[in-house]
């Protein structure tokens, strides 16, 4: 059975853009696209889909509330919400309506692919960045303002482990990993993961961190 989708966005290149990337894959099927809350409510209510992909600004409302909204009005469907950063307020609000998925509009395409899954498959997706900026309490005091999961991962580099590796250390995907080592390395002014390794071992500051 497919994974019925709905796209929600009021910029039609932005809807056809998610369409093309998820009508390509395999059980994913797209089955509507709405510009604003109004069309949105009419097609859950006609079409019922599994899941609806929210963008974080319907024309002059928050994606939030719209999605307050549409659960107010009825809507049962699971719900991704998209965006590039989230404010306390906004992540509090987005944990209290229960929405099932946190992605960045910078996500790979893999990453929204697997988030989907994920989501259809009755869990949770939250992207660590966006939760780790606002959820931990002391952020990571170093120079080169290296975020604490950042701050996990160069640790791993060190000990030489692979993507595939920290993936199941951080119970995330590869695509989030590979986010991740691209940030530190961007971050450090390194160009592979040998350097960040040798990096790491060099500076003892780091260590102390983690």
């Given at each position: 059975m497919s994974i019925r989708?709905?796209?929600?966005?009021?910029?039609?290149?932005?809807?056809?853009?998610?369409?093309?990337?998820?009508?390509?894959?395999?059980?994913?099927?797209?089955?509507?696209?709405a510009s604003d809350r109004k069309e949105a409510l009419a097609h859950i209510q006609n079409l019922q889909p599994d899941l609806c992909i929210m963008n974080n600004r319907i024309n002059q409302q928050s994606g939030l509330d719209v999605i307050s909204k549409l659960k107010q009005a009825g809507a049962s469907c699971r719900f991704m919400y998209l965006t590039s950063s989230m404010r306390?307020?906004?992540?509090?609000?987005?944990?209290?309506?229960?929405?099932?998925?946190?992605?960045?509009?910078?996500?790979?395409?893999?990453?929204?692919?697997?988030?989907?899954?994920?989501?259809?498959?009755?869990?949770?997706?939250?992207?660590?960045?966006?939760?780790?900026?606002?959820?931990?309490?002391?952020?990571?005091?170093?120079?080169?303002?290296?975020?604490?999961?950042?701050?996990?991962?160069l640790q791993m580099l060190s000990e030489g482990l692979s993507n595939k590796e920290i993936a199941s250390r951080l119970v995330v995907t590869e695509y989030t990993v590979k986010k991740h080592v691209s940030q530190v390395l961007s971050k450090l002014e390194l160009t592979d993961r040998t350097k960040a390794a040798l990096f790491y071992h060099q500076n003892s500051m780091f260590q102390n961190i983690v």
């Open positions: 989708v709905l796209v929600v966005d009021p910029y039609q290149l932005v809807r056809r853009g998610l369409t093309s990337i998820l009508s390509g894959e395999e059980l994913i099927e797209v089955i509507g696209e306390p307020a906004e992540l509090q609000q987005a944990l209290d309506l229960g929405i099932e998925g946190l992605v960045l509009k910078e996500a790979l395409t893999e990453e929204l692919i697997h988030s989907v899954r994920m989501i259809h498959r009755g869990r949770k997706y939250y992207d660590v960045e966006l939760l780790e900026s606002r959820l931990t309490d002391k952020p990571a005091e170093n120079s080169h303002n290296l975020t604490p999961k950042e701050l996990e991962v």
